[in-house]
């Protein structure tokens, strides 16, 4: 099994690679792709060997085939990124890119016939209406990365029959419990520092807003094909069950793990096979208490504009999601306060008219760069 990594230097891409490392000689990597992490993509080139390596910019892309000589290709840009999706030789791509960045080369996997194994929550909230009957068209796979999505995705095997609901459980962030008021004045630093998951700066941020729950749902829908009406987010701060699905004859199945992505990787790439691993068990002598609550919709905001988004279809998500790319980026570099980021969401959301009729990869990425337009944060 060949596979290619789309972010192999984030936190996603270097779980992916510890999995890796942890299986047999069965699985290769053969493209790894950063942005401009050009020493540790070099570092990984080095212990992997694949054949191509990617980056975003030209200059670092000379720097890295400097360094790593003949070792492997390296190209650089949209192209390179679309050409690891898509080498003849490769049989899975892992994209943990982060942001609707991914998208075209989500595409150009897919329409090579690659399954995907999809972290990059962003693409599927933007495109799912296209890239899942894509998938079905391919006769390929997209396997959910993402725990909650692997979690439901685990409930799901072996029943006839669709769920009639599912949970997807949240952790409620660092500010869980908190009035808006009192998230006023947080800093960058209290906003990333996540209960129970270490995770990429984005995603950490889209966690103390409760955005990242409001694009699960949004990727939800469309993996699972539900109504927004079965999508339910249940508080449950232990992260101990991923998440669950409830069936017409009440039955619940619920997905419980260590809260470790290296589980929900392996999963999605060795899928349908359970293979060991070396990674931390459950102790239910420690994780003996867990606990449910109803999410908080009045003080995080984000969750019930994500709803909205969902329920206006078309390409409202991409506004939704392209709009939180920029805010997020700029409560990162410290321009706006924690809660400017669902203001600059909501006033999107209110200025954007869809006269398009249908959804294409060209209208999604025009949508979304008139959300980044309309937000640009200076
Ligand atoms: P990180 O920020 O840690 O990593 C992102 C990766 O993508 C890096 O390799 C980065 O390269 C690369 N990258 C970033 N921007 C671009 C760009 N514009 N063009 C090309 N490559 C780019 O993110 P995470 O690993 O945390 O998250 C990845 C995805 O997985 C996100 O969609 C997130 O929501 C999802 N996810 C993450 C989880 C987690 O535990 N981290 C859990 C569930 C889902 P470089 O290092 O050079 O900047
Ligand atoms: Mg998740």
Same mark, same amino acid.
């Given at each position: ?107 150009? @996997?897919?329409? &090579? #016939?690659?399954? *995907?194994?999809? /972290? ?7 495109? =799912?209406?296209? +890239? ?48 808006? @008021?009192?998230? &006023? #004045?947080?800093? *960058?630093?209290? /906003? ?7 995770? =990429?700066?984005? +995603? ?52 419980? #793990? ?121």
């Amino acid at each position: 099994m060949k596979i290619s990594i789309l972010g192999s230097t984030g936190s996603i891409g270097r779980q992916t690679l510890e999995v890796v490392e942890n299986l047999t000689h069965d699985y290769q990597v053969e493209a790894l792709t950063a942005h401009s992490n050009v020493d540790l993509l070099e570092a990984q080139v080095k212990k992997f060997q694949p054949s191509l390596a990617v980056l975003w910019g030209e200059a670092d892309a000379l720097e890295l085939k400097r360094r790593v000589g003949s070792i492997c290709e390296v190209a650089y840009g949209m192209e390179g990124l679309k050409q690891a999706a898509s080498l003849p030789a490769v049989d899975l791509v892992v994209n943990s890119v982060v942001g609707n960045v991914g998208l075209l080369p989500t595409m150009s @996997a897919l329409e &090579a #016939g690659k399954p *995907v194994a999809i /972290a990059n929550k962003e693409v599927l909230v933007t495109a =799912g209406e296209i +890239i899942m009957p894509l998938a079905r068209a391919k006769g390929v796979h997209i396997l959910p990365v993402d725990s909650e999505h692997s979690a439901i995705f685990q409930c799901l095997a072996g029943s006839a029959q669709p769920p009639a609901k599912i949970y997807l459980t949240a952790s409620g962030g660092p500010f869980r419990g908190k009035t808006k @008021a009192e998230m &006023a #004045g947080v800093t *960058v630093e209290q /906003a990333l520092a996540h209960p129970n998951w270490a995770m =990429g700066q984005k +995603i950490s941020i889209d966690s103390a807003t409760m955005m990242n729950k409001g694009l699960e749902v949004i990727e939800a829908k469309w993996l699972f094909d539900l109504r927004p009406d079965q999508i339910h987010v249940l508080v449950h701060p232990q992260s101990i069950i991923h998440s669950m699905a409830e069936f017409e004859d009440g039955q619940i199945m619920a997905q419980l #793990g260590a809260p470790d992505m290296r589980l929900a990787i392996q999963h999605a790439i060795t899928h349908p096979n359970r293979l060991p691993n070396p990674f931390k068990r459950l102790d239910f002598s420690v994780h003996n208490n867990l606990t449910f609550a109803q999410p908080d919709f009045e003080n995080f905001p984000c969750l019930a504009l994500a709803y909205q988004a969902l329920e206006a279809g078309g390409h409202y998500p991409t506004v939704l999601n392209a709009a939180n790319e920029e805010a997020v980026a700029a409560f990162l570099a410290k321009k706006i306060s924690f809660l400017d980021i669902p203001a600059i969401i909501d006033r999107a959301l209110s200025a954007y008219t869809d006269e398009s009729k249908g959804l294409t990869i060209d209208s999604i990425l025009e949508a979304d760069a008139w959300a980044r337009a309309f937000t640009k944060i200076s």
